[in-house]
């Protein structure tokens, strides 16, 4: 881990990765098609608007207060990618909340060794937040690629056939609607079981 926790970036560096990218018409990773780099411009614009309006709950805030444990979340995530989008910037206001909480990024595509190491029901989904001890870098715990509710949309439509353009489509209306409310939610329970410094980690 440490190697990754060394090239990773911070969310200032990742914004600016991002931003610089999107100057020159490209987006991160390896598809540099048209449509990807649509998809970073718009997912750029979705964080920038959701990093102004996301509220967290008095009882998130808590929780995130109360972490003992000196942490580091390497979030694995692309530029392009609409769940890391939607989901990013909470986690970046939920960190913030705690003196004991670092947060690093690494890109997806160029780490496939790591990102295989935490797939989602056997795909590569992001974006992957792995939880690390600060001291040890043993792993705590993963969350990603969506909340649950989420999560499970995306695979009863998967299941179903459903085309990928109209899952992500109905997957931004459920962001919408949620307010970030799920991943508030999953958070609190995890800063609960990752922050206490009695918790076993593991290789």
């Given at each position: 881990?440490?190697?990754?926790?060394?090239?990773?970036?911070?969310?200032?560096?990742?914004?600016?990765?991002?931003?610089?990218?999107?100057?020159?018409?490209?987006?991160?990773?390896?598809?540099?098609?048209?449509?990807?780099?649509?998809?970073?411009?718009?997912?750029?614009?979705?964080?920038?608007?959701?990093?102004?309006?996301?509220e967290?709950?008095?009882r998130?805030?808590?929780?995130?207060?109360q972490?003992?444990?000196?942490?580091?979340?390497?979030?694995?995530?692309?530029?392009?990618?609409?769940d890391?989008?939607?989901?990013?910037?909470?986690i970046?206001?939920?960190?913030?909340?705690?003196?004991?909480?670092?947060?690093?990024?690494?890109?997806?595509?160029?780490?496939?060794?790591?990102?295989?190491?935490?797939l989602?029901?056997?795909?590569?989904?992001?974006p992957?937040?792995?939880?690390?001890?600060?001291?040890?870098?043993?792993?705590l715990?993963?969350?990603?690629?969506?909340?649950?509710?989420a999560?499970k949309?995306?695979?009863?439509?998967?299941?179903?056939?459903?085309?990928?353009?109209?899952?992500?489509?109905?997957?931004?209306?459920?962001?919408?609607?949620?307010?970030?409310?799920?991943?508030?939610?999953?958070?609190?329970?995890?800063?609960?079981?990752?922050?206490?410094?009695?918790?076993?980690?593991?290789?």
């Amino acid at each position: 881990m440490k190697k990754y926790v060394e090239k990773a970036m911070t969310f200032a560096e990742y914004e600016k990765l991002i931003d610089d990218l999107l100057k020159e018409g490209k987006t991160t990773g390896l598809n540099q098609s048209v449509a990807m780099v649509g998809y970073g411009k718009l997912n750029r614009q979705r964080m920038n608007r959701l990093a102004k309006t996301v509220e967290i709950s008095d009882r998130t805030k808590a929780a995130a207060k109360q972490v003992m444990r000196p942490m580091i979340w390497l979030i694995l995530t692309e530029g392009w990618c609409g769940d890391a989008a939607q989901n990013v910037p909470v986690i970046e206001i939920i960190a913030a909340e705690s003196d004991k909480i670092e947060t690093r990024y690494i890109l997806r595509d160029e780490n496939p060794d790591l990102m295989d190491r935490f797939l989602t029901n056997g795909a590569r989904s992001i974006p992957k937040l792995i939880a690390l001890d600060t001291e040890t870098l043993k792993v705590l715990g993963s969350w990603g690629a969506r909340p649950a509710p989420a999560q499970k949309m995306f695979a009863d439509m998967r299941a179903k056939g459903v085309c990928n353009d109209a899952i992500h489509e109905e997957i931004q209306r459920w962001y919408n609607s949620d307010k970030s409310e799920s991943i508030q939610r999953e958070f609190e329970a995890l800063l609960d079981v990752w922050g206490e410094e009695s918790v076993a980690v593991k290789e």
